[in-house]
T-cell receptor, first 116, second 111 residues
Framework: GAVVSQHPSWVICKSGTSVKIECRSLDFQATTMFWYRQFPKQSLMLMATSNEGSKATYEQGVEKDKFLINHASLTLSTLTVTSAHPEDSSFYIC????????????FGPGTRLTVL | AQSVTQPDIHITVSEGASLELRCNYS??????LFWYVQSPGQGLQLLLKYFSGDTLVQGIKGFEAEFKRSQSSFNLRKPSVHWSDAAEYFCAVGRNEKLTFGTGTRLTIIP
């Protein structure tokens, strides 16, 4: 399967600051990546679909101005949480579509964000 | 709209015993079905998937799952669990790139 990395694995920030999370495809060029959010003891909720060279597609209820997604290269997508608040504290996971099967996703290890 | 139901929030099993985790789905067409496992603080690892063909699919770590169209189910099984199987298990349904996850089942293994 595909290999996806995320950086950082965890981050703590003060309320009001912005945090950038990176998602990298390590073994092939991923034109499409996904960003999920997972609250403690809950399931993954899709936030947005990140497409290389174009604007991300956000799911209903996700603030695009708060969660900025950039997919400037075929191997890197970034999620920036702007003006973070404690309620943004969560586990953020990215994924990429399989190289040979677009119905299969491979997930990164996740980033734990804690906003104080 | 597609949805996934995992009716068991938490299951406790003795090491060496058999395991079955339930998953029911709602989907308008023939779905693609997945089981993922998540260890604490980690991302998701794919255990197995069903796209078409044989309804009994084999996965990694000794897991298997059976697709039953008539029951809209895709239950995960393992004949003998190991302490290392303790984790959160997610069933997912999807097609055309988007996945919908169930709420997960937390598996605890007791000696």
């Amino acid at each position: 399967g595909a290999v996806v990395s995320q950086h950082p694995s965890w981050v703590i920030c003060k309320s009001g600051t912005s945090v950038k999370i990176e998602c990298r495809s390590l073994d092939f060029q991923a034109t499409t990546m996904f960003w999920y959010r997972q609250f403690p003891k809950q399931s993954l909720m899709l936030m947005a679909t990140s497409n290389e060279g174009s604007k991300a597609t956000y799911e209903q209820g996700v603030e695009k101005d708060k969660f900025l997604i950039n997919h400037a290269s075929l191997t890197l997508s970034t999620l920036t949480v702007t003006s973070a608040h404690p309620e943004d504290s969560s586990f953020y996971i990215c994924s990429e579509l399989g190289q040979f099967n677009y119905n299969e996703q491979f997930f990164g290890p996740g980033t734990r964000l804690t906003v104080l | 709209a597609q949805s996934v139901t995992q009716p068991d929030i938490h299951i406790t099993v003795s090491e060496g015993a058999s395991l079955e985790l339930r998953c029911n789905y709602s989907y308008g067409a023939t779905p693609y079905l997945f089981w993922y496992v998540q260890s604490p603080g980690q991302g998701l690892q794919l255990l197995l998937k069903y796209f078409s063909g044989d309804t009994l699919v084999q996965g990694i770590k000794g897991f298997e799952a059976e697709f039953k169209r008539s029951q809209s189910s895709f239950n995960l099984r393992k004949p003998s669990v190991h302490w290392s199987d303790a984790a959160e298990y997610f069933c997912a349904v999807g097609r055309n790139e988007k996945l919908t996850f169930g709420t997960g089942t937390r598996l605890t293994i007791i000696p």
